[in-house]
């Protein structure tokens, strides 16, 4: 099964970002009990309180038991039941809730959580899949395994190989495919004390983007200068002079309008992405200033004769993010010299991509205080992973 693209604000490590819950598991391949035995011995190695190991998992294997599967099988909700039907093993997570002497373990819970997460993963790095279910009778199941009164019977987790999304279907194909989302940090964290929200640097998602990706499958990438903007230079007649690209990625636009005669500042906020923009600045034998930077929070001085922006300004939907990168072109734009910009217009209806979908009078609103509009155009972005290239608007203006 394709392994879905998270939406991450920082870059993880990439076995936490493989885990998840499928619900197409292969039902003719076993676990063998050697990699079984892997994300037991996983679990076991998770701290606890007081070092306490709370945890005790009961195993029924489909293949080596089918009884004992049969009926944690019987005791899942119908809804579980639909898609465990030939799930190969389920592991009954249980805890103990009391420390050896006697006292309740407050965090005996806690812990067979942690010990179900080193499981997980374990199980994830060894290319296996797990579920883990809350979806079942629980003291009916405790009773028909024989697990002791005094322990809670918590979670199921079913454990196998990956199936794939033909055994599914319909509706459970649906929801297999759905995008997998999470709150926002600043939704979960408080910084300091409650009511302050943890406010990530936005710079992270990027990174992680050119992190988990080959630059050149980025839907962004263009590996010679846009058309439009190679179009735009030679209408203009522009061959020389200082640009500035921002927002670079792997520095494709900026070698171009190096290798054209620009003299050219290029700047990123991923440090992966400008690695990559520097060596092909070095393989291309030009010389850029490469610089990590936000324009949003720009350390640069200008002013520039020319400036591209191939992909920004279309993540800025909040209106004091639109005024400070305003403020920042304004700066950075000698009087007279040229802006080009390129965005996903609002008649580009695909729920990916970047967040604004501009329309011509949101471009000119914004632009037409501080710069001369002399066109915009509709037209698309050249794409390497989009067969029907997206739908843009580009922008040609002259500092005021
Ligand atoms: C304690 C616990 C109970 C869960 N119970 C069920 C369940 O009964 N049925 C189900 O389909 N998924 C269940 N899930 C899976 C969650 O829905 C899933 O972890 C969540 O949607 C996040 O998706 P992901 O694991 O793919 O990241 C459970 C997960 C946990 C941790």
Redesign the pocket.
């Given at each position: 099964m394709a392994q879905q693209r998270l939406n991450v604000q920082a870059p993880i490590h990439p076995l936490i970002a493989k885990?998840?819950?499928?619900?197409a598991f292969d039902p003719d391949r076993p676990v063998s009990i050697e990699l079984l035995t892997s994300c037991l011995e996983a679990a076991r190695w998770s701290a606890s309180s007081y070092n306490a190991q709370p945890w005790r998992f009961v195993v029924a294997d489909r293949f080596h038991d089918p009884k004992s599967w049969q009926i944690v099988f019987d005791h899942l909700?119908p809804?579980?039941q639909h898609?465990n039907r030939r799930v190969p093993v389920f592991v009954v997570a249980t805890t103990y809730p009391f420390l050896e002497d006697g006292r309740p373990n407050g965090h005996a819970e806690h812990d067979l959580g942690q010990a179900?997460a080193n499981f997980c993963l374990q199980a994830t790095a060894l290319g296996l899949v797990t579920?883990?279910?809350?979806?079942?009778k629980k003291d009916e199941l405790r009773l028909a395994l024989g697990v002791p009164e005094e322990y809670t019977v918590?979670?199921v987790i079913a454990l196998g190989w990956p199936g794939t999304l033909d055994q599914l279907d319909e509706d459970l194909k649906k929801r297999e495919l759905l995008p997998?989302e999470r709150k926002p940090l600043e939704n979960l964290i408080h910084i300091g004390s409650w009511g302050h929200p943890f406010q990530p640097p936005k710079s992270l998602g990027w990174e992680a983007r050119y992190q988990e990706t080959k630059h050149e499958c980025l839907p962004w990438f263009s590996p010679q200068l846009d058309s439009d903007f190679a179009e735009a230079l030679a209408s203009l007649g522009l061959h020389s002079g200082t640009a500035l690209d921002i927002g670079c990625g792997s520095g494709t636009q900026a070698v171009a309008l190096a290798r054209k005669g620009f003299d050219v500042t290029a700047t990123e906020v991923s440090p992966t992405a400008l690695k990559a923009a520097r060596e092909l600045a070095e393989q291309n034998k030009v010389s850029i200033r490469f610089v990590e930077d936000d324009i949003l929070n720009t350390r640069l001085q200008g002013p520039y004769d020319l400036i591209i922006d191939r992909g920004i300004l279309h993540n800025f939907p909040e209106p004091e993010d639109r005024t400070t990168y305003l403020t920042a072109l304004k700066k950075l734009s000698k009087p007279g010299g040229y802006f080009f910009l390129k965005c996903f217009s609002h008649k580009e209806t695909r729920q990916e991509g970047p967040p604004c979908r501009l329309t011509p009078e949101e471009l000119k609103s914004l632009f037409q205080p501080d710069f001369e509009i002399l066109e915009i155009k509709e037209t698309t972005f050249q794409s390497p992973v989009h067969d029907h290239p997206p739908q843009a608007l580009l922008l040609l203006a002259k500092r005021k």
């Open positions: 885990r998840w819950s499928p619900r909700v809804v579980n898609w179900n579920h883990q279910m809350a979806g079942f918590k979670t997998r």
